[in-house]
């Protein structure tokens, strides 16, 4: 159990849609990383965020969004859902805010758009 | 621009054989960290081993080992008598001054270990 949590473990929604996934981070980590895990482009790194404040942006689609909250929870926002964004969103914290630092992951987030 | 290659797709090998998983890595720059994953069949990736450029020292932890060579650009990681439990995609993984230090993933190799 790497500590990080991730909700919902599963989520399946229809196209057009909009929905939240929610990541905690372990405790006493300040920065909260975002990854895309799908067939077709393998592992990427969406976003990153530190104490709350954006850090490092990847090939995140302008229909996503996230934020850290002062509890430095965090929160990927995904609209106008499209079957190309099914994917295993997984969440990663580390101590600081250095990319090269050890990052921990959730255990991820399948997203099904049919 | 960074890039990391795994040639090996999958890799299937009979329980107690030795296996070598590979990867080939690109960065312009000279500080740059390389890392490995593992994901098990239950999905979490599980992290392995981080290397700073600068050290060049192979590195030994149980059955795991990594041999990082700068001169071919790679960093490859060998499981020693593998067991049922080592059955999991590995990914290698970059982070470089130009990639600001994200982490670049390489495309994986699945590794299923035969009883």
């Known amino acids: 159990d790497s500590g990080v949590t991730q909700t919902p473990k599963h989520l399946i929604t229809a196209t057009g849609q909009r929905v939240t996934l929610r990541c905690s981070p372990r405790?006493?980590?300040?920065?909260v990383y975002w990854y895309q895990q799908s067939l077709d482009q393998g592992l990427q790194f969406l976003i990153q965020?530190?104490?709350?404040?954006?850090?490092a942006k990847g090939n995140i689609l302008e229909r996503f969004s996230a934020q850290q909250f002062p509890d430095l929870h965090s929160e990927l926002n995904l609209s106008s859902l499209e079957l190309g964004d099914s994917a295993l969103y997984f969440c990663?914290?580390?101590?600081?805010?250095?990319?090269?630092?050890?990052?921990?992951f959730g255990p991820g987030t399948r997203l099904t758009v049919l | 621009a960074q890039k990391v290659t795994q040639a090996q797709t999958e890799i299937s090998v009979v329980e107690k054989e030795d296996v070598t998983l590979d990867c080939v890595y690109e960065?312009?720059?000279?500080?740059?960290?390389l890392f490995w994953y593992k994901q098990p069949p239950s999905g979490e990736l599980v992290f392995l081993i981080r290397r700073n450029s600068f050290d060049e020292q192979n590195e030994i932890s149980g059955r795991y080992s990594w041999n990082f060579q700068k001169s071919t650009s790679s960093f490859n990681f060998t499981i020693t008598a593998s067991q049922v439990v080592d059955s999991a995609v590995y990914f290698c993984?970059?982070?470089?001054?130009?990639?600001?230090?994200?982490?670049?993933f390489g495309s994986g190799t699945r590794l299923l270990v035969r009883p």
């Open positions: 960065t312009r720059d000279t500080t740059y960290y």
């Open positions: 965020y530190y104490n709350g404040e954006e850090r």
């Open positions: 993984a970059l982070s470089d001054l130009d990639s600001s230090y994200k982490l670049i």
């Open positions: 990663a914290s580390s101590l600081g805010l250095a990319g090269w630092d050890e990052q921990f």
């Open positions: 405790s006493g980590d300040l920065s």
